[in-house]
């Protein structure tokens, strides 16, 4: 009923810049909270940067002053703009968004299906 859409990522040299991109579709009412996690060969996924619905963002600290989160409310997207980028930041990023459906009360947890940021010179 809900699709994530991820775009954005790739191989970037350390200190290089990317921009991650996620778009919500389907039979959306309205999204509460969004956000990025991440999760590296042989650890747990691990969250990154979160933003509600009224704009409130949290971050990681191992990412703050290096990543930015944002979202688009009209376009059900949410951005994760990472500069500074090192070779820890080296994962498979996942968006995610609890979307509350047309004709529902409570919100539902969904997920995308996972980008690869690889920073390595």
């Known amino acids: 009923q809900v699709q994530l859409v991820e775009s954005g990522g790739g191989l970037v040299q350390p200190g290089g810049s990317l921009r991650l991109s996620c778009a919500a579709s389907?039979?959306?009412?309205?999204?509460?909270?969004m956000g990025w996690y991440r999760q590296a060969p042989g650890k747990q996924r691990e969250p990154v940067a979160t933003i509600t619905g009224g704009g409130r963002v949290n971050l990681a600290d191992s990412v703050k002053g290096r990543f930015t989160i944002s979202r688009d409310n009209a376009k059900n997207t949410v951005y994760l703009q990472m500069n500074s980028l090192k070779p820890d930041d080296t994962a498979v990023y996942y968006c995610n968004a609890w979307v509350i459906l047309r004709g529902r009360l409570s919100a539902l947890d969904y997920w995308g299906q996972g980008t690869q940021v690889t920073v390595s010179s």
């Open positions: 389907g039979s959306i009412f309205s999204i509460n909270d």
